[in-house]
């Protein structure tokens, strides 16, 4: 949290540890088969969900960033309403997807009523069809040089988006 440099440079340690592991791992030791952790802080909300003992995505309710991570695939979803943070689908204004991940499956995050930025690391080579489909309120993309396919459809009904910023270009 925000006390971390500080008590880093007043112990003398070498490096500190991020807080949303710092949770993960102490809710781990109580409790080995923790799957889900909400942090409420004095400034801002966190819910982050575990698979396999690795957090797999965080939602930063003062920011509205959903951040997913992880490696390989994200599944594919006949259904949108089976996406892990169907739940939270109207707070969320910002999708980080981080460079772990290969591929961005299908209705992945189509129908988030208020997703208007999506930020794509380098590293995601894939888009499924639909993976970004029908968000009104979408205007800006950022998609990585190693974007090699792009479904169809991708942002179907995403009649919004001003922007697409592809990292690479100037």
């Known amino acids: 949290g925000y006390g971390e440099d500080l008590?880093?440079?007043?112990?003398?340690?070498?490096f500190g540890i991020v807080e949303t592991v710092a949770h993960f791992k102490a809710a781990a030791f109580f409790c080995p088969d923790v799957d889900f952790i909400i942090d409420i802080g004095g400034q801002d909300i966190k819910c982050f969900k575990i698979y396999?003992?690795?957090?797999?995505?965080?939602?930063?309710?003062?920011?509205?960033?959903l951040t997913v991570s992880g490696g390989g695939i994200i599944p594919a979803l006949d259904d949108p309403s089976k996406q892990a943070w169907r739940e939270y689908a109207s707070e969320i204004r910002r999708v980080v997807v981080k460079s772990g991940i290969k591929t961005i499956g299908k209705n992945t995050f189509s129908r988030l009523p208020a997703l208007k930025t999506v930020v794509i690391e380098e590293g995601i080579?894939?888009?499924q069809m639909d993976c970004l489909a029908?968000?009104?309120l979408l205007t800006e993309m950022y998609l990585p040089s190693s974007l090699q396919t792009v479904g169809q459809g991708t942002?179907?009904?995403s009649n919004n988006i001003k922007s697409i910023y592809y990292y690479g270009t100037e």
Do not use: S
């Open 7 to 14: 008590i880093r440079a007043g112990l003398r340690c070498d």
């Open 52 to 65: 396999n003992g690795v957090i797999k995505w965080i939602l930063d309710r003062k920011t509205a960033t």
């Open 125 to 127: 080579t894939t888009l």
């Open 134 to 136: 029908y968000n009104d």
């Open 155 to 157: 942002v179907y009904e």
